[in-house]
T-cell receptor, first 111, second 112 residues
Framework: DSGVTQTPKHLITATGQRVTLRCSPR?????VYWYQQSLDQGLQFLIQ???????AKGNILERFSAQQFPDLHSELNLSSLELGDSALYFC??????????FGEGSRLTVL | GENVEQHPSTLSVQEGDSAVIKCTYS??????FPWYKQELGKGPQLIID?????GEKKDQRIAVTLNKTAKHFSLHITETQPEDSAVYFC???????????FGTGTRLTIIP
């Protein structure tokens, strides 16, 4: 158990809809990262937050947004969903030493 | 730029034999090189890492070597066991950049 909690574990929705994925980092970790893993693909970096502020941005679509709240949990919002958005979405947290600890992921299926 | 090549993409090894996975990076400012293991239906799990001031690190049956001149690092698993079957990802981080960039993964299968 990495200590990173993600909800929901599975989500099925239709094209055009909007979903929110939630992440609680390890206790004490200030950084939260979001990654996307499509079928048989590697992990693509989406965005990073540090103590509530956006720190780095990767290949995140304009339809996607994220935020980190004062209690350090983070949410990833995916809107106007397309079939190609079906993927595993991982959250990871870090205490600053470099190591990332990943949650179990949220599997999104867009029908 | 930020790029890492990982080879092989699949690897089958007889139980008890050794497995080696190699990654090559391009950015000489890279300074942190972790390896992650991802089992089916789970998130990636950090198994070992190495920093640019060290050439080799070992943890029981797992070792990582770093060749900064050639810009490659390798994961070595000795005395492989069935529970080593998983997808392994290399990754790297560069100075001043907190994100990890991942390789494309190696699916390792241990044959009993």
């Amino acid at each position: 158990d990495s200590g990173v909690t993600q909800t929901p574990k599975h989500l099925i929705t239709a094209t055009g809809q909007r979903v929110t994925l939630r992440c609680s980092p390890r206790s004490g970790d200030l950084s939260v990262y979001w990654y996307q893993q499509s079928l048989d693909q590697g992990l693509q970096f989406l965005i990073q937050y540090y103590n509530g502020e956006e720190r780095a941005k990767g290949n995140i679509l304009e339809r996607f947004s994220a935020q980190q709240f004062p209690d350090l949990h983070s949410e990833l919002n995916l809107s106007s969903l397309e079939l190609g958005d079906s993927a595993l979405y991982f959250c990871a947290s870090s205490g600053g030493a470099g190591e990332l600890f990943f949650g179990e992921g949220s599997r999104l299926t867009v029908l | 730029g930020e790029n890492v090549e990982q080879h092989p993409s699949t690897l089958s090894v007889q139980e008890g034999d050794s497995a080696v996975i190699k990654c090559t990076y391009s950015d000489s400012a890279s300074n942190y090189f972790p390896w992650y293991k991802q089992e089916l239906g789970k998130g990636p799990q950090l198994i070992i890492d190495i920093r640019s001031n060290v050439g080799e690190k070992k943890d029981q049956r797992i070792a990582v070597t770093l060749n900064k001149t050639a810009k490659h690092f390798s994961l070595h698993i000795t005395e492989t066991q069935p529970e080593d079957s998983a997808v392994y990802f290399c990754a790297f981080k560069t100075w001043g950049n907190e994100k990890l960039t991942f390789g494309t993964g190696t699916r390792l299968t241990i044959i009993p």
